[in-house]
């Protein structure tokens, strides 16, 4: 883990701009299509890196990493399936929901060595005009 907290943090303060995503993750993309619009403008390619963690070996040590860095908290399926047991009247909707609300969050980008959220307050931060004041 040690390893893995050293590279995390190594790529936070190598980039300007250091996306941790998840290809599928709507959220991921929302974030790293907004902060695409600012590439070749405020954001030089060579300061914005995205690291794709889903087929990293180690995917489940770098989202605890980054949790315990942006104090974000997560649930792990194995919680949540325990839970769902205790529970067994919840519907499949509800299941679904919550368990989509649950379960481990991956979009965390971070601006100048500082976490400033996922996909949504990062498009948040471009409609109000901070985004641009980061990036400049």
Known sequence: MANTKA????????????VFSKSYCPYCKLGKK???AY????LN???????????????GEIQSVLGSITGGQTVSIAAFLYF????????????FGIGI???KKCARIFINGKFV???????????SGGLRKLLS
């Open 45 to 59: 390619s060579d300061d914005y890196e995205v690291w794709e963690i889903e087929n990293e070996s180690n995917c």
């Open 101 to 103: 609300f649950l379960l």
């Open 39 to 42: 590439l070749g403008k405020e």
């Open 117 to 127: 959220g996922g996909g949504s307050e990062v498009q948040a931060l471009d409609q």
């Open 7 to 18: 590279i995390v943090e190594g790529k936070i303060a190598g980039k300007k701009v250091m």
């Open 84 to 95: 769902l047991m205790l529970v067994r009247s919840i519907s499949l909707l509800v299941f």
């Open 34 to 36: 907004t902060l695409e």
